[in-house]
Nanobody, 120 residues
Framework: QVQLVESGGGSVQAGGSLRLSCAAS????????VAWFRQAPGKPREYVAG???????DAADSVKGRFTISRDNAKNTVPLQMNSLKPEDTAVYYC??????????????WGQGTQVRVSS
């Protein structure tokens, strides 16, 4: 079993930065791919970025070059550094683990989410 808790959300102006963090508990966390998803009002949840246990990363085209995912297996955390934020990045951001792809239904464990608001 894995429990996930997101933190770091908030409000920022366009062009600014935020750093989200996903803190996990559970001994098997280091064996899972971890991903960040987001959901804007009235839209489906979408994949943002993911990182495998070995550190291989991938990201959605909409955030490539602006968002960076990493992981600290010793601390059981997966940060998401978000730079050059845009109003369209406004969403609730979720951490997920136990999956392998980019689809929401492929992931077993989910956090409660953290709100990010970007104003123009």
């Amino acid at each position: 079993q894995v429990q996930l808790v997101e933190s770091g959300g908030g409000s920022v102006q366009a062009g600014g930065s935020l750093r989200l963090s996903c803190a996990a508990s559970g001994r098997s966390f280091n064996y899972y791919k971890v991903a960040w998803f987001r959901q804007a009002p009235g839209k489906p949840r979408e994949y943002v970025a993911g990182i495998t246990p070995s550190g291989t990363t991938d990201a959605a085209d909409s955030v490539k070059g602006r968002f960076t995912i990493s992981r600290d297996n010793a601390k059981n955390t997966v940060p998401l550094q978000m730079n050059s934020l845009k109003p369209e990045d406004t969403a609730v951001y979720y951490c997920a683990a136990g999956g392998y792809g980019r689809q929401e239904n492929q992931y077993t464990y989910w956090g409660q989410g953290t709100q990010v608001r970007v104003s123009s």
